[in-house]
């Protein structure tokens, strides 16, 4: 760190989740992973179930991978894009569900 610059270890940190030595090469999937974790242990401080944190996490994961970008280029316009294409199509989810991982996706 140069002169002055203070490491802070605040709540979703990135030091709580990576090594202060470990530099990723490519840092923006190393980003997300590291996001995952620490949204993981929030999750797991409020009680939740090991069930409903893994389908959050899989819900994000899905997300992204239809969008091909990481949280930081998430627009409303591609939340709006992915539920429309959950509700289409040969097996369309029940609306339900789709308001039920809104509210899922929404925390994250």
Same mark, same amino acid.
């Given at each position: 760190? #140069? !002169?002055?610059? +203070?490491? +802070? =270890? &605040?709540? #979703?940190?990135? /030091?709580?989740?990576?090594?202060? %030595?470990?530099?990723?090469?490519?840092?923006?999937? !190393?980003?997300?992973? !590291?996001?995952?974790?620490?949204?993981?242990?929030?999750?797991?401080?409020?009680?939740?179930?090991?069930?409903?944190?893994? =389908?959050?996490? #899989?819900?994000?994961?899905?997300?992204?991978?239809? %969008?091909?970008?990481?949280?930081?280029?998430?627009?409303?316009?591609? +939340?709006? &894009?992915?539920?429309? !294409?959950?509700?289409?199509?040969?097996?369309?989810? &029940?609306? /339900?569900?789709?308001?039920? $991982? $809104?509210? =899922?996706?929404?925390?994250?």
């Amino acid at each position: 760190m #140069g !002169a002055g610059v +203070v490491s +802070v =270890d &605040a709540p #979703g940190a990135i /030091s709580l989740v990576v090594p202060g %030595n470990v530099r990723a090469l490519d840092p923006a999937p !190393a980003m997300f992973e !590291a996001m995952l974790t620490g949204w993981t242990r929030q999750q797991q401080s409020r009680l939740l179930s090991k069930k409903t944190i893994g =389908d959050r996490l #899989g819900l994000v994961r899905r997300f992204t991978l239809y %969008n091909g970008t990481y949280p930081c280029e998430w627009t409303p316009e591609d +939340v709006e &894009a992915y539920f429309s !294409a959950r509700l289409s199509g040969i097996s369309p989810l &029940a609306h /339900s569900t789709v308001r039920g $991982q $809104q509210g =899922d996706l929404q925390p994250f």
